[in-house]
């Protein structure tokens, strides 16, 4: 409230300056001038602060059809009375020889109509500028919600959806009493304090996701015996401390596992590429499958929608992805310009 007082003053205080200079520089009576200015302020500030409240009015029943009717007649009211305070008092008082005008002199009364309307119409040009942009913050603040609130109802998709993948093979082998599920649940541990402790970050350290990628295919490799799966992971990282929003990789990688490895009788091929230069992430993942008929080819599960879905979000027009469906091949190549766009502030969960 008090920053628009001294909004509210500044602007009068700058009308006045302004139209007393203007008015006595023509016969340099510049006291006269302002004191003239300041004896009409008062019908001009009482016409503008009407006008203003009219307009609010409009726009909270929204009746707009009078509002310029109800403008047009508080101009031309403050008009005559701004004019009868010249006519009746400022004249007699400062200009005394040219007091022989007649009040209702047409060509003054349309100056003075001007006069007052010029500065209402300025106060609403104002007071209209300020509103669309209090406008757009708060579109840009609705729309930040709504892609905070979308981007956590992604993930927290994404991690169950990982979890319980996981939590399956552990049980798969636990009823086997394989020595192995003991460790599965220490790597599954790391994943899952990763999740909960970094994940809550609007963005990670790229040397962080690839972390977590190589921890994903060391808990996957525990799955498989000897030769049933043959994986590659190579990556080149300019700078390591690069950004980039958390878990964003991973659900391609366990894509290539869920959809291509668990589902092939035969030794399967998952092959990982990941590069980092200059700000730009080149990703590739690239996964066999069976020679299945073409109605059955691999088809995007939930994690990987919901990765194509974050992307939108956090890079739109700074990335691209294609997927290539080809038979016994499914690869997926990822684009990013990391440093084109910043992740948006995620509140604490």
């Given amino acids: 409230m008090g920053k628009r007082l001294y909004w509210h003053i500044g602007f009068w205080t700058a009308y006045l300056l302004l139209m007393g200079f203007l008015a006595g520089r023509y016969d340099l009576r510049f006291k006269e001038s302002y004191l003239s200015e300041l004896a009409q302020l008062p019908v001009k500030v009482a016409a503008t602060y009407l006008v203003l409240h009219w307009i609010n009015q409009s726009q909270i029943s929204g009746r707009e059809g009078l509002l310029i009717l109800q403008i047009s007649l508080v101009v031309i009211a403050a008009s005559l009375v701004n004019r009868a305070v010249m006519y009746y008092i ?134 498989y015996k000897e030769g049933r799966l043959n994986i590659t992971f190579a990556k080149s990282v300019d700078n390591p401390q690069e950004s980039i929003a958390p878990l964003l990789l991973l659900p391609f990688v366990e894509n290539a596992f869920k959809h291509g490895a668990s589902e092939s009788r035969a030794p399967a091929e998952i092959s990982i590429e990941l590069k980092v230069n200059q700000g730009i992430l080149d990703f590739t993942v690239a996964n066999s499958v069976e020679a299945i008929q073409e109605d059955k080819v691999q088809t995007p599960g939930l994690g990987l929608r919901n990765a194509e879905r974050q992307l939108a979000l956090l890079y739109p027009d700074a990335h691209t992805l294609d997927v290539v469906r080809i038979p016994n091949r499914f690869t997926i190549h990822l684009i990013i310009q990391l440093r084109a766009y910043e992740a948006p502030t995620l509140p604490d969960r």
């Avoid at 010029?118 to 406008?135: E, G, H, M, P, S």
């Fill in 90 to 223: 400022l004249y007699p008082a400062f200009y005394a020889e040219a007091y022989v005008m007649n009040f209702w002199s047409l060509d003054r009364i349309l100056y003075t109509c001007i006069d007052v309307g010029t500065v209402t119409a300025a106060a609403i040009a104002v007071k209209l500028t300020r509103q669309r942009v209090a406008d757009r913050e708060r579109e840009q603040q609705l729309i930040e919600a709504q892609l905070q609130a979308e981007l956590r109802f992604l993930r927290s998709q994404t991690n169950p959806h990982f979890l319980f993948n996981t939590l399956n093979n552990i049980y798969a082998l636990a009823r086997l009493e394989s020595p192995r599920a003991a460790a599965q649940v220490m790597q599954l541990s790391k994943l899952l304090r990763f999740m909960l402790y970094e994940c809550s970050s609007p963005a990670i350290h790229v040397a962080n996701e690839v972390q977590v990628i190589m921890d994903l295919i060391e808990l996957e490799k525990m799955r």
